[in-house]
């Protein structure tokens, strides 16, 4: 069978997702990661799955290894999550280059590094392309896949079949797009709301509102930024800020950290953000909208 052995580089939060989604869908799946620290942790996040997906089948197919050669050498596709710093992911495609096989496809997970600023260090630049998933990988089901200017169409084609097989709806991507499609829209649409927000123009309730109301969406823009996790959106707007040199964007960061982060209110995984969990508030907003 095609794909018959999936290997996960990293199994961290998105790395463990992406290897018991792929096991779920019956792929034998090998989770390589760099220490039994982070080997347990993984095994953690999948007890937990289990409780959630009620079910202990995926064990049977998962393994887990900190050996990269016995990781990847019979691997029909390797996809690299580990954490997201150039250095690190440059040393782990030359490592892997020593040890994968020429008929591995090779797709990276990463979120701002784009294949192409990785491909000089994998081995077989043709069959390297990048593989996005979001969080979480079976509720957020879609798949950007999207290679460089090199990257072999059939590979980028197999990929695609790669991803419906593991019952993810593949989002293709004809040409390197800096946060593929889903980034590319939602951060400046996040960044919108923030300055209307942060500069007193509206309070975050009416902005979600009148987004909620008006598109007969479940959710507006506060409530995405209290799932993202309030330090992401914070270090987003702090990169932002060192980018552009803004004020602005530099006091938004502040306010961000006073009013949120150093009171612990970090979003959804702390059961406060912007909103109060469970039954924020703004699950509301449309029952209520004709009052
Ligand atoms: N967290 C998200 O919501 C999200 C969404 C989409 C994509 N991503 C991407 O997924 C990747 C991983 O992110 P994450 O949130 O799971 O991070 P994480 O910190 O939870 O996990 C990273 C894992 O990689 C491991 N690792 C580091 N160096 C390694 C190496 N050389 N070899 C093997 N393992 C190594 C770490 O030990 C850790 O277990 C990043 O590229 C990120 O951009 C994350």
Known sequence: MEFDKVTVCGGGILGSQIAWQAALCGFNVTIYDIDDEKIERCRGFH???????????PFLNLNYTTNLKDAVSNASVVIES????????????????????????????????TPNKLKSYVKKPERFLALHFANPV?????????????????????????????????????????????????????????HLYFTDVADYRDIDRAWIISTKSKIGPFGIMDIIGLRTIYNIILMDAKKTGKKELFERAEKVKKNFLDKGKLGLSTKEGFYKYPNPEYETFLDKHNV
């Open 138 to 194: 079976w509720e957020a089901n879609i798949a950007e896949i999207m290679g460089h200017d090199t990257t072999d169409k059939n590979i980028f084609e197999k990929t695609v079949e790669f991803a419906q097989r593991i019952e993810m709806i593949p989002i293709k991507i004809y040409k390197e797009q800096k946060g593929y499609v889903l980034n590319a829209m939602l951060i400046p649409w996040l960044a919108s709301a923030q």
């Open 47 to 57: 007890q937990h799955y289990a409780k959630l997906f009620k079910t202990d089948k």
């Open 82 to 113: 580990i954490t997201e710093n150039m250095d690190s992911k440059k040393k782990f495609y030359e490592q892997l280059s020593n040890y994968v096989s020429d008929s591995t496809i090779i797709a990276t997970n990463s979120s701002t590094i």
